[in-house]
């Protein structure tokens, strides 16, 4: 009997099971192919994906040994325990980090395509609304560029330069889940960001990858792990940045009477009262004020055998610069994980998000509020002494703009925005190595926005009626995907496939009201049923899509040496008409580890890694106007047929039903060195992408009609160009420090475009109502365009002997003092044909700087970003240097021509616009060059002991800054200009300055507790 007991006992302890997971010691991510063995038996395995593994036990097992290439090995007494987590200390520093690839993980040794990461540790306590300007100057290739400084506002990404002259944003996915962009994540939840940059690694997402794609994976409890709870504070003030030189009241005053004098003409009697001549106001620093921001988030996290969770909850509140400008995000996470037996897991990853935020039009070249503070006279008071706003309603020499103060503290208005992101999914273990995949993704949001104005009697710009319009607006898409995934590993061999489908459905509604006229403006009868006019009223389904989705990844690795990635997919999109709705998207890569070879790393010791990788792949772009396939019809036309007059229905657009995909083809390759045990890494690639069946809206010669006219797949583009990174760790256990630079040299040419002459412009700017930026085909996209000048005309003479404009019918009334144009094609006259390319607003170089440093309990962060290589232009200088408007000027109006010699720059004082002297010209294009201190912050961590039984582990406290200074010869509010969205140009215009609202300097003290 006893030996029966014993057998028993013997075969169960035989049958025993450990599990857990092996990650790294410093990002926590998990770690696949780690060895894991029982010293002196065969009994072993390895790590999937994911880092989990799984092993069954010899009844003689006491210690369990894990090992893994680039990691320091350890061992480990199994004792009693039935889940064992091992974290591995990295001895190659960077080749072991576990990089999302899309639908699974590689590590960074085993990449053959070009992917860069950005650790949530990096860009944690950032005072920004965004996590996408986090980024700038940390990830190589990658430009943000923010157009608009207001609370809230999101910067454009541009991923290897602008590749069409669509919708050029990447694709960002948040666990698993398209997301839109990144304004409604708080940075303080994310873990990572993967930006997948060339085709073999976006490819596996096919249509949507063209320009990129950014990878979210929000941070997670750990299985096994004890409760732990994180609080994050930190509080801050902002201000403006610089201000721009203007003309005092004296000075303002001065050239005034001089525009007069000029012309021959009698001084308006205003310019003689004394009391415009009192400086009264700088309007730029009655609008710019103070803002502030405050955050507070705090974590949960934990697990044990069988469940991990994260509960987190966050606040950020943005006050802007300017009075009633804000940005309010409230979060909530929470996600978990749970296995159901040894083979099935299940999971949630749930966002919830409020967002509330308030801001003005700073675009507008007449009633832009910035625009506003540069152009209003400084003799009049922000108030009067009877408590009334100052206002320019004296005369019209005071400009028919209103008190921007004013603007700002009676415009009453607000958005709001409610969203759910969420995902389900299970996960079953079939075999071992293979893994079937389900996932459910929703997102959901309801946006909700209102804005009053009031009645204005008192101001130049009147308003007999106070106007409330509000608008409401519902989107949600549902996604479905299945997807196998093998992994395993033969010895010498490596092999992991996945392969799966993917549906995704999207839907939605708004409507809109408007009414005029409210007796009572009181603001808590601000609704809709109290206005007397319905102004308007509209509401529609917003267009519903679909795109369904094959994908199939495979990747080989033989002796880790010689590796192999081959993607597919495809995609067939509801935007298209049948028969063209399906795209193809192959690609692949191959890397060789050179340093493996024992021919190398015999005889070249102080190179510890060595890479060589190059791929090609086509991937698609989808981002375009909706159903332009189809002729869309309209009611409600009014036509007359003889006398009689009918009601119909009408074509508002023309049909295209061979529109179909943008596609996108890149080649790159990319050598990948490590210095000295990888303390010292260096990347260098090069890149070329080609943009063919570029969508671009058709030509319309020789039409008539209003019928608006859809795009066609005509276009080509290409960005090619380097991307380098270099970086070093170094120190002891008591200093540690890391550097790192990165630049990307990007050209960007327009390749195709109708035909040779044809070109697509912006929208028109200003009283001058001419384009600034033009796309031709050999050109880059958005070029400005207009006139070249050749100074000042200081004399009669040189205005008669100029061959410019020896047959130009305006030369009588050219003056001295006046611009001396080029006439670019020798007609002997200056028009529109002369006007010629003027720079490119795209930046030729992008680059960033990190440093980082601890030593002890301190620790100091450095992040700087800028660009070369890149032209601005000044459209505000364009206006605000234009002596015929009634406004203020720049201070610079002080060296205009005012006599022989006496300028040659700057032309004269008039009132006359018979030169257009400020015209769309090179005069307003600037060098847009510049190096900023993004982020620098120092900060310094209370120790354990300290705390005693307070169940605090450690606090940290810190000071930061942000914007802290920047260098730039750029003489506007900003160089950090992007594209004016709110001139409906998209990737049409680039780099005009229109007075948008300012970046701002932010300071913030924090502190983060750790439980």
Not at 888 to 899: D, I, K, P, S, V
């Amino acid at each position: 009997m006893l030996a029966f007991l014993c057998a028993i006992t013997a075969v169960a302890m035989a049958q025993r099971t450990i599990t857990g997971k092996v990650t790294g010691a410093t990002d926590g991510q998990g770690l696949p192919g780690v060895t894991i063995t029982v010293p002196g038996t065969s009994t072993g395995t390895s790590t999937d994906a994911n880092g989990v593994y799984k092993l069954s036990l010899p009844a003689t097992a006491q210690t369990l040994s894990f090992s893994f290439i680039g990691y320091e090995a350890q061992t480990v007494t199994i004792g009693s325990r039935e889940v064992i987590n091992i974290a591995l200390q990295s001895t190659t520093k960077g080749l072991g980090e576990v990089v999302v690839v899309g639908y699974g993980t590689q590590t960074r040794r085993d990449l053959t395509g070009t992917i860069s990461s950005v650790k949530g540790a990096d860009i944690k306590n950032l005072p920004v609304s965004d996590a996408a300007q986090a980024m700038q100057g940390r990830v190589t290739g990658v430009d943000i560029v923010r157009s608009d400084g207001q609370p809230g506002s999101s910067p454009s990404i541009r991923i290897r330069g602008t590749g069409t002259i669509n919708n050029a944003e990447p694709l960002v996915i948040i666990d698993g889940v398209p997301a839109g962009g990144l304004s409604d994540i708080n940075p303080n939840d994310i873990a990572s960001m993967e930006v997948l940059k060339d085709a073999s690694s976006s490819a596996i997402y096919g249509t949507r990858a063209a320009n990129g794609v950014i990878i979210i994976t929000s941070k997670k409890g750990n299985y096994g792990e004890k409760l732990k709870a994180s609080v994050n504070l930190y509080k801050g003030v902002s201000n403006a940045t610089r201000y721009i030189p203007l003309l005092t009241a004296p000075d303002l005053v001065m050239l005034k009477k001089e525009r007069y004098t000029n012309d021959g003409k009698q001084i308006d009697p205003i310019w003689n009262d004394p009391y415009y001549a009192q400086q009264r106001t700088d309007w730029q620093r009655a609008l710019l004020g103070s803002g502030q921001v405050t955050n507070a988030d705090v974590s949960l996290r934990g697990g044990n055998s069988t469940s991990n969770y994260l509960f987190s909850a966050g606040y950020y509140d943005e006050k802007g610069i300017i009075e009633n400008t804000y940005f309010k995000r409230y979060t909530v996470r929470i996600n978990s994980e749970h296995k159901l037996g040894k083979r099935l897991k299940v999971g949630e990853n749930l966002q919830l998000t409020y967002r509330q935020n308030e801001g003005f039009d700073t675009y507008s070249s007449q009633t832009g509020l910035i625009f506003s503070a540069l152009r209003f006279n400084p003799a009049i008071p922000v108030f009067n002494p009877d408590g009334s706003y100052g206002s320019s309603k004296a005369s019209n020499e005071l400009g028919d703009i209103n008190n921007p103060v004013f603007t700002a503290q009676t415009t009453d208005g607000w958005a709001k925005n409610y969203r759910m992101l969420a995902n389900v999914y299970a996960e079953l273990e079939i075999l071992d190595g293979l893994t079937l995949r389900g996932n459910y993704g929703y997102d959901g949001s309801i946006y909700n926005q209102s804005n009053f104005v009031p009645k204005v009697l008192d101001q130049t710009r009147t308003r007999d009626r106070a106007q409330l319009w509000n608008r409401s607006e519902s989107n949600s898409s549902q996604l479905s995907e299945v997807f196998l995934t093998y992994n395993k590993f033969f010895h010498q061999h490596h092999v992991t496939f996945t392969g799966g489908y993917s549906q995704q459905e999207a839907k939605g509604y708004f409507f809109k009201g408007e009414r005029w006229g409210f007796a009572d403006e009181s603001p808590d009868v601000r609704v809709l049923d109290n206005g007397n006019e319905i102004h308007d009223a509209s509401g529609n389904f917003n267009p519903q899509n679909a795109i369904a989705s094959g994908f199939v990844r495979g990747f080989y690795g033989f002796k880790e040496k010689y590796l192999l990635t081959v993607t597919f997919r495809a995609d067939g999109s509801s935007r298209f008409a049948p028969g063209k709705r399906w795209g193809y998207f192959p690609a692949f890569s191959a890397g060789w580890r050179v340093s493996d070879e024992a021919f190398f790393k015999d005889n070249v010791k102080f190179v510890s890694n060595l890479k060589i990788t190059g791929g090609w792949g086509q991937l698609g772009n989808q981002n375009v106007r909706d159903f332009q396939y189809l002729a869309p019809v309209n009611k409600d036309r009014r036509y007359n047929f003889g006398e009689s007059p009918y009601v119909g229905i009408w074509n508002s657009r023309l049909a295209n039903p061979a529109i179909t995909w943008e596609k996108a083809e890149m080649t790159n390759i990319s050598l990948e060195a490590g210095f000295f045990e990888n303390r010292l890494n260096a990347v260098i690639t090069w890149f070329n992408k080609n943009t063919r069946d570029m969508l671009v809206p058709a030509a319309a010669m020789d039409l008539h009609g209003t019928a608006s006219i859809p795009d066609q797949n005509i276009g080509q583009l290409n960005n090619k160009g380097w991307e380098l990174e270099v970086s070093y760790q170094g120190g002891n256990e008591r200093f540690r420090y890391n550097l790192s630079a990165n630049a990307s040299f990007i050209k960007n040419t327009v390749t195709r475009l109708y035909e040779s002459g044809s070109y697509i412009s912006s929208t028109n700017y200003g009283r001058q109502n001419q384009e600034i930026s033009r796309t031709y085909e050999g050109q880059p996209l958005a070029s400005f365009y207009g006139w070249k000048t050749n100074g000042i005309y200081q004399t009669q003479q040189e205005i008669d002997a100029d061959p410019f404009i020896a047959k130009d019918p305006n030369k009588g009334n050219i003056k001295p003092g006046d611009v001396r144009f080029v006439d670019i094609n020798g007609d002997g006259i200056i028009n529109e044909l002369d006007r010629t390319n003027l720079g490119d607003p795209n930046p030729r170089v992008v680059y960033g700087f990190q440093a980082g440093a601890q030593y002890k309990g301190f620790d100091l962060s450095l992040s700087f970003a800028g660009v070369g290589g890149i032209k601005l232009y000044n459209a505000d200088k364009m206006q605000g240097m234009d002596p015929t408007y009634p406004y203020n000027m720049y201070a610079e109006a002080l060296q205009r021509w005012h006599g022989p010699g006496t300028s040659n720059s700057v032309p004269r004082m008039s009132l006359s616009s018979d030169n257009s002297n400020n015209r769309t010209s090179d005069r307003f294009v600037e060098k847009g060059d510049y190096l900023s201190l993004r982020n620098i912050a120092l900060g310094y961590t209370i120790p354990a002991k300290v705390w005693g039984r307070t169940g605090i582990s450690d606090v940290r406290v810190y000071v930061a800054a942000q914007n802290l200074f920047i260098l730039t010869s750029y003489s506007g509010l900003t160089p950090q200009l992007g594209y004016n969205d709110a001139t409906q140009d998209g990737n049409r215009q680039r780099g005009v300055d229109v007075a948008a609202y300012p970046q701002a300097r932010t300071f913030t003290f924090g502190a983060t507790l750790n439980f």
